[in-house]
């Protein structure tokens, strides 16, 4: 069984900064491709970025440049550093695995961590 855990998310004021953290457990090959996904209150979950094992990354446009992701192979963490937030990044976001292709949602997901951008 494959468990996502997700951390950091929390209250930002607009143009301040978070980090994300996913932490994947379980049965699943560690070459898998992770990434992330958000969905703000009544609208649809959508694409943010993600990365494969040997670290190509994609991003959504409305983050680029703005949001950076990485990962650490040997602790099977996916970050996500998220600069000069605003108002539109406010969602619910969710870490997910096993992607094949991008903007393709994979078979894992994790519970999801709110991040809150407000003054």
Same mark, same amino acid.
Do not use: H
């Given at each position: 069984? !494959? *468990?996502? !855990?997700?951390?950091? /998310?929390?209250?930002?004021?607009?143009? /301040?900064?978070?980090?994300?953290? &996913?932490? *994947?457990?379980?049965? $699943?090959?560690? =070459?898998?491709?992770?990434?992330?996904?958000?969905?703000?209150?009544? +609208?649809?979950?959508?694409? !943010?970025?993600? $990365?494969?094992?040997?670290?190509?990354?994609?991003?959504?446009?409305?983050? +680029?440049?703005?949001?950076? $992701?990485?990962?650490?192979?040997? +602790?099977? =963490?996916?970050?996500? *550093?998220? @600069?000069?937030?605003?108002?539109?990044? =406010?969602?619910?976001?969710? &870490? @997910?695995?096993? $992607?094949?292709?991008? @903007?393709?949602?994979?078979?894992?997901?994790?519970?999801?961590? *709110?991040? =809150?951008?407000?003054?």
């Amino acid at each position: 069984q !494959v *468990q996502l !855990v997700e951390s950091g /998310g929390g209250l930002v004021q607009p143009g /301040g900064s978070l980090r994300l953290s &996913c932490v *994947q457990s379980g049965s $699943i090959a560690s =070459t898998n491709t992770m990434g992330w996904y958000r969905q703000a209150a009544g +609208k649809q979950r959508e694409w !943010v970025a993600g $990365i494969t094992r040997g670290g190509t990354t994609n991003y959504a446009d409305s983050v +680029k440049g703005r949001f950076t $992701i990485s990962r650490d192979n040997a +602790k099977n =963490t996916v970050f996500l *550093q998220m @600069n000069s937030l605003n108002s539109d990044d =406010t969602a619910v976001y969710y &870490c @997910n695995s096993d $992607i094949r292709f991008w @903007n393709v949602p994979g078979r894992y997901w994790g519970q999801g961590t *709110q991040v =809150t951008v407000s003054s």
